[in-house]
């Protein structure tokens, strides 16, 4: 259920031998957002994992997301997860 997103992020170069970034303009990115799991809930937010990725990108990234609601039914939970991420990363 991965879906992309097209979104304008700032860039950096790291240097890892010298402990050293230089910022960079901004960029316009195809983000893809893979959820994984609902990881808590407890009747008033849950929370949904995700994995995130981009073209040519080095490494996987993960986070987590969480939203407020009343569900507890973990059949309809992820799904409900995946809008309301969906929804916030429209706002962002």
Do not use: C
């Amino acid at each position: 259920m991965s879906f992309t997103v097209t979104r304008k992020l700032t860039t950096k170069t790291l240097y890892p031998q010298l402990g050293i970034t230089t910022s960079h303009d901004d960029t316009t990115v195809e983000v893809t957002y893979s959820p994984t799991t609902v990881t808590d809930t407890n009747g008033e937010t849950a929370t949904i994992g995700f994995n995130i990725t981009i073209p040519n990108g080095d490494v996987t990234g993960y986070n987590t997301f969480s939203w407020n609601t009343s569900n507890t039914d973990y059949s309809t939970l992820f799904d409900e997860g995946v809008a309301q991420l969906k929804l916030a990363l429209a706002d962002s």
